[in-house]
């Protein structure tokens, strides 16, 4: 292969975010997110509005990354997509518009596995920013995952703990949901938990055997604690916001710790990357700093921008798989479920 620069221009549609990067070789020369503001006032994603979302922003998006990083379309080396998982409707606008323009412009066509993405960001070029060593175990944490991965290669990765009902993004959701806080609420459990008592009430903690998880009691838990509360006081979540939130957050991250320690001790592997919308939550970046010096485990934090869904993460899994010429015909279908 020439010492000639690779461009990369990534998409990336699994659910709700349009977005565009263009990467030349491991370095991110634009990274752009369109989200879509339309779901707030459904408290949710609605996958047939989001694909709709999706055909209006993908091309000013792609024009703007390729704008910005000062590159022409005749440049580009290779386009990458998000193969899944996700939402269908939306997969198939960017997997559609990458065949597309590979086709176009008679490019290789690379197709990404969302989640594999989110372990591998952590392999983009930033400066100041030390790269995992292979193995590692990544613990990635959305809305839609809570797994653990034991990661020895790019593209050699074995899932050995995962959640047997609820993702850990939608314990937060669901939380703030029942607390009364707009949507997406995680990210307001975290503001509000900043300012509360992390010790002020007690959760029960799901008894799961191994490295997986379970989320879904720990909600119904909270349910009832809101319910019985506010029976006795009305005004109890508006007395009580930031140390509700507080001991919310405190509970889940001392579930994603108690894992943890327990996956490091079965693999003696003290390597640990977190990633996924998830791990943009302060509590659990710091828990993951005082670990480092706790149990001297090697902690691997992503930047902000690379922990939502971005398409940067997805084109630095595009850069590895051109390297080694593992490419797709037009023929490659997206996938709602996909593993590894």
């Known amino acids: 292969m020439s010492n000639k620069p690779i461009y ?3 998409i990336e549609s699994s659910c709700d975010d349009t977005a565009a990067a ?8 634009s990274n752009i997110v369109a989200n879509q503001l339309i779901h707030n006032q459904y408290g949710g994603v609605v996958p047939e509005l989001a694909s709709r979302a999706h055909q209006q922003n993908i091309v000013p998006v792609i024009d703007a990354a390729l704008r910005k990083a000062n590159i022409q379309k005749e440049q580009l080396t290779a386009i990458a997509f998000t193969q899944g998982p996700g939402l269908m409707g939306s997969l198939l606008v960017g997997g559609s518009f990458a065949k597309s323009l590979s086709l176009a412009l008679n490019i290789p066509l690379i197709a990404v ?4 993405a989110h372990i591998l960001a952590h392999f983009i070029d930033e400066e100041g920013y030390q790269k995992p060593t292979f193995p590692f175990l990544a613990l990635t944490i959305s ?8 990661v020895n290669d790019y593209f050699d990765m074995e899932i050995i703990g995962e959640t047997t009902d609820d993702a850990v993004g939608e314990a937060f959701d669901k939380s703030a949901k029942i607390l009364g806080l707009p949507y997406p609420g995680g990210p307001l459990v975290d503001k509000n938990a900043q300012l509360g008592n992390p010790k002020a009430f007690a959760f029960t903690k ?18 009832y ?9 009305p005004n109890f979540i508006e007395e009580n916001l930031n140390d509700i939130c507080a001991s919310i957050q405190y509970s ?8 943890m320690k327990l996956a490091v001790n079965q693999t003696g592997i003290n390597g640990i990357a977190i990633g996924g919308g998830v791990s943009a939550n302060s509590g659990i970046r710091n828990a993951m700093k005082e670990a480092q010096t706790k149990y001297g485990w090697q902690t691997y934090i992503p930047k902000f921008e690379y922990t939502t869904d971005n398409a940067a993460m997805i084109g630095i899994v595009g850069y590895q798989k051109y390297l080694q010429e593992n490419f797709e015909t037009s023929d490659v279908v997206s996938k709602a479920r996909i593993q590894f």
Not at 22 to 29: E, F, G, M, S, W
Not at 144 to 150: D, F, L, R, S
Not at 225 to 233: L, S
């Open 252 to 259: 889940i991250i001392e579930i994603l710790m108690d894992k």
């Open 113 to 116: 596995n969302h989640m594999q």
């Open 8 to 10: 990369i221009l990534a």
């Open 206 to 223: 799901p008894k799961v055997p191994g490295l997986d998880f379970s989320f879904s009691g720990l909600k119904t838990a909270i349910l």
């Open 225 to 233: 604690f809101i319910q019985k509360n506010v029976a006795e006081n």
């Open 22 to 29: 263009i990467l030349q070789n491991d370095k991110v020369l």
């Open 143 to 150: 809305g839609g995952h809570t797994q653990i991965v034991k």
